[in-house]
């Protein structure tokens, strides 16, 4: 077992067998990686060994064929082997018809997949590729993460992940972000899945171009009362304050969402005033908040501050405000009103302003 240079001990993986081509575990220079342990420590697996359990030959959009194993607990079908490889390069390494082979020779094989990892990010899965991955994972029981952000799945591809969602009871954290769903794509089969579905715990779906129309659909359905779901990321979805209406109803009822993530978007004040009503009431557990990179200004940064240092606001750890177009006057309006003026406290300069263990990240900017 060859461990990887600069990697922990606990994260080495088999080097790759003649002829054979041994999944991969990621690394903590990953970003994946590092999202993955922020929010849900210890879901990295693998199997280390010398030799392949179930090799198969599956086709490249360059006309020829390569051997992976598909008996490892961890498929990653991300490979970039040589660094002069680019992403796009990677990407068109494997599509559809390679999704199709895996599950076609392991039923030719009756074998189930035993995949607790399936990294399927920046390929060219498609809509198709979704429909195969879909009908062949049904009932694994195995499965605790799916990476397939940048995998060219439109709507149709999203209904039918949502079709086996509620087939998998160990499945904890699903990365869809990138590719373009629209408003069409989580309502549905989509919306229907997530609901019947009891063990995700991490939901990524950033620059899938939602819209308020896609995100009410989430939150008027599976998002306010699913069982297990802590983190929600909805980041450039080009949402406006239409959205946070949809978004402090479900805060208002969900008891277990402990991260949301709304960076990105075109929120105002108005859409902050809504978010705090969601954010006051009884039954939210909210503790972590991106609404970075939104039109927010100073009032609406202001808005959310108050509520922050509020006694209501005392169980939220974490709220990013930066790139709200805060402006210098407005930035430093602010820091007096949190008793944190910008001139004379030096432990908190610069973006990140400390409240204890709690962290509020604000700029002019």
């Known amino acids: 077992m060859t461990a990887a240079v600069g990697y922990p001990r606990k994260y080495t993986f088999p080097s790759t067998p003649a002829g054979g081509n041994a999944a991969q575990v990621l690394g903590p220079t990953s970003l994946v990686w590092s999202v993955r342990q ?5 879901t990295i697996s693998g199997v280390p060994g010398a030799a392949p359990l179930k090799p198969v030959s599956l086709p490249t959009s360059g006309g020829t064929r390569e051997t992976v194993d598909v008996g490892q607990k961890v498929l990653n079908l991300q490979k970039i082997e040589d660094p002069k490889v680019s992403i796009h390069q990677c990407k068109q390494k494997y599509g559809a018809e390679a999704i199709r082979s895996i599950f076609t020779k392991l039923e030719e094989r009756d074998a189930k997949p035993v ?46 992940m949502g079709a086996v969602l509620p087939t998998l009871p160990n499945l904890e954290m699903l990365i869809m972000s990138g590719n373009l769903a629209d408003p069409e794509g989580v309502g549905g089969e989509f919306r229907a899945g997530l609901s019947k579905n009891t063990s995700l715990k991490s939901l990524c779906l950033a620059a899938c171009r939602l819209q308020d129309k896609g995100v009410q659909d989430l939150c008027e359905g599976p998002l306010r009362s699913h069982p297990k779901l802590e983190h929600i990321s909805l980041n450039y979805n080009r949402l ?26 075109s929120i105002s004040a108005a859409g902050a005033e809504q978010l705090v009503k969601g954010l006051k009431a009884r039954g939210c557990k909210l503790k972590r908040l991106g609404l970075a990179q939104n039109n927010l200004r100073t009032e609406g940064s202001k808005i959310m501050c108050q509520h922050f240092v509020s006694a209501e606001g005392q169980s939220m750890m974490y709220l ?24 004379s406290d030096d432990a908190n300069k610069g973006w990140m302003i400390n409240f204890g263990e709690r962290q509020l990240m604000l700029n002019a900017l």
């Open 115 to 160: 995949f607790e990892e399936i990294n399927l990010s920046d390929t060219a899965l498609g809509d198709d590729g979704a429909k195969y991955l879909a009908d062949g994972l049904k009932d694994c029981k195995t499965l605790k993460t799916l990476l397939m952000p940048r995998s060219d799945v439109r709507a149709n591809g999203f209904q039918a």
């Open 38 to 42: 922020e929010n849900m420590p210890g």
């Open 320 to 343: 990013d405000l930066r790139h709200n177009i805060t402006g210098t006057k407005g930035h430093i309006e602010i820091r007096k009103m949190l008793n944190k003026p910008y001139d």
């Open 240 to 265: 406006e304050d239409e959205a946070c209406s949809s978004v402090a109803k479900m805060l208002a009822q969900n008891s277990v969402l402990e991260y949301l993530e709304l960076c990105g978007n």
